[in-house]
């Protein structure tokens, strides 16, 4: 009922010029990051389940909800990839554009993924602001500093860990930020324990790295038990700032220099 209230809250809103304000549907938290980027919070009339806005809840990426979609008539609503292209055009009402977004897959990914957000938004300015975001990014990895550390990037919490390698955002942002990743496989790997390959803590010992960047959610007390013990030096990042795609990361390549300035001063 809540939902339902919300959506009718929303839609109550006066409708402003679609080149102005459109009415969007943000289906993941990074999309939302984005939106207000853009300068566009005030337009999302509906959120994933798990974002923070305050705003009617449309589902997941997985399982989009179409009543409630429809309840809020948007003209835009925006998912990632990982919602099958027939969900996703399935969900949306009459006259809605049904945009589909990457970020995950490296860094032009993340440059494509502002500029077509911007652009089906009618934000005027959405190629200048990926360009100068493109080299915000470059300028900032490069005064990291990594000096050719070898080092793995791990999810720190939970009883599965997984690593984040070759072709993903996070290994083209640590590589260029001078750091030598030492993941020995393709896109992002899970370790289940007690399954075949599970055991992370053997594979992080065959990796020898330098150190462990640890992506962590405040909210976690503790992180998984297996990373140390290796004994690798393990340093926390804050998750958030590496786990959305976009102009987040600029806050992640700050963090990640102060904490290799600690390291190595």
């Known amino acids: 009922m809540r939902v ?35 300068g566009l919070e005030r337009c999302i009339v509906g959120v994933s389940r ?20 429809a309840l809020l ?11 099958p292209a027939a969900v996703w055009n399935k969900a949306a009402p ?12 490296g860094m ?19 190629d200048a602001r990926a360009e100068r975001f493109a080299a915000d990014w ?18 720190a919490c939970g009883e599965a860990p997984y690593s984040f390698g070759r072709g993903t ?22 370790f289940h324990p007690g399954k075949p390959g599970g055991d992370v803590s053997a594979w992080i010992a065959e990796r020898k790295p330098d150190y462990i960047f640890a992506l962590k959610n ?11 013990k290796p004994g690798v030096p393990i340093l926390p990042l804050e998750g958030a700032h590496f786990t959305h795609p976009g102009p987040g990361l600029l806050d992640g390549l700050e963090e990640l220099r102060a904490v290799m300035k600690e390291i190595a001063p």
């Open 138 to 155: 470059r300028t900032a990895a490069r005064r990291v500093g990594g000096d050719g550390k070898r080092v793995l990037i791990l999810s």
């Open 4 to 38: 339902i209230l919300l959506a009718l809250a929303f839609l109550a809103l006066p409708l402003q010029a679609a080149d102005a304000c459109p009415r969007i549907v943000s289906q993941s938290p990074y999309i939302t990051k984005t939106l207000a980027w853009l």
């Open 218 to 228: 405040r909210r976690d007390e503790a992180c998984n038990v297996a990373i140390a």
């Open 73 to 83: 008539e948007p003209q835009l609503m925006i998912t990632s990839n990982w919602t």
């Open 94 to 105: 009459a006259g809605a554009t049904a945009l589909r977004v990457d970020g995950f897959r």
């Open 169 to 190: 955002t996070l290994h083209e942002l640590f590589s260029a930020a001078g750091l030598d990743v030492v993941a020995d496989h393709d896109s992002i790997r899970n």
């Open 108 to 126: 032009a990914g993340v440059e494509a993924m502002l500029r077509d957000i911007g652009r089906a938004a009618g934000v005027a300015d959405s």
């Open 50 to 69: 798990y974002d923070s806005l305050d705003r009617p809840r449309t589902g997941g990426v997985i399982d989009p909800d179409a009543d409630t979609i």
